[in-house]
T-cell receptor
Framework: AQKITQTQPGMFVQEKEAVTLDCTYD???????LFWYKQPSSGEMIFLIY??????QNATEGRYSLNFQKARKSANLVISASQLGDSAMYFC????????????FGTGTRLQVTL | GAVVSQHPSWVICKSGTSVKIECRSL??????MFWYRQFPKQSLMLMAT?????????EQGVEKDKFLINHASLTLSTLTVTSAHPEDSSFYIC????????????FGPGTRLTVL
């Protein structure tokens, strides 16, 4: 069975600073995908970044980067130059295989960006 | 990017009635759609996988007779909550995968169901 753990229920960061949201996972599958989604108060799930288990390099998408440490089974999200609009819930998720199939989500981290 | 819509965005119904929620992929065809449920301040839990032209596959613990899923076309999946009860009140979100997408699911905006 797959399991995603997000140990930070809430985080604060000052505008323009960087922040790291933690995510650890557990799976016995050799091939899997790791995802981060943002959920604003409006409810929609916004895809941020993806990392495949066989990818050699850490994924980056604009201000988002994924710090993938396979041996430690961690996939932390780093947001650089935080903006007020980054305030939201952030969910780490995992899929079986490399494709976006069934997703198992973590419990989420609420990020609040302050002035 | 690909757009997924849901209708209605919110619904209030009386206990014992049935409610249908639609999930549409607006600019692509989706052979596979997923239905999730999210209780307040909790994570998303996968309920079922909706496959076009075949029966849905349900996750363990999800009553298939209570949550009826129909995926009649490549752009539409429906979730019907039958004989709804207050404990079914939740945020229901669907997602769709592009047929040849490697790494992305596109989520709908969600439907908030309140059962009185």
């Amino acid at each position: 069975a797959q399991k995603i753990t997000q140990t930070q229920p809430g985080m604060f960061v000052q505008e323009k600073e960087a922040v790291t949201l933690d995510c650890t996972y557990d799976t016995s599958d050799p091939s899997y995908g790791l995802f981060w989604y943002k959920q604003p108060s409006s409810g929609e799930m916004i895809f941020l970044i993806y990392q495949g288990s066989y990818d050699q390099q850490n994924a980056t998408e604009g201000r988002y980067s994924l710090n993938f440490q396979k041996a430690r089974k961690s996939a932390n999200l780093v947001i650089s130059a935080s903006q007020l609009g980054d305030s939201a819930m952030y969910f780490c998720a995992m899929s079986r295989g490399g494709t976006a199939s069934k997703l198992t989500f973590g419990t989420g981290t609420r990020l609040q960006v302050t002035l | 990017g690909a757009v997924v819509s849901q209708h209605p965005s919110w619904v209030i119904c009386k206990s014992g009635t049935s409610v249908k929620i639609e999930c549409r992929s607006l600019d692509f065809q989706a052979t596979t759609m997923f239905w999730y449920r999210q209780f307040p301040k909790q994570s998303l839990m996968l309920m079922a996988t909706s496959n076009e032209g075949s029966k849905a596959t349900y996750e363990q613990g999800v009553e298939k007779d209570k949550f009826l899923i129909n995926h009649a076309s490549l752009t539409l999946s429906t979730l019907t909550v039958t004989s709804a009860h207050p404990e079914d009140s939740s945020f229901y979100i669907c997602s769709a995968r592009l047929p040849y997408s490697y790494n992305e699911q596109f989520f709908g905006p969600g439907t908030r169901l309140t059962v009185l």
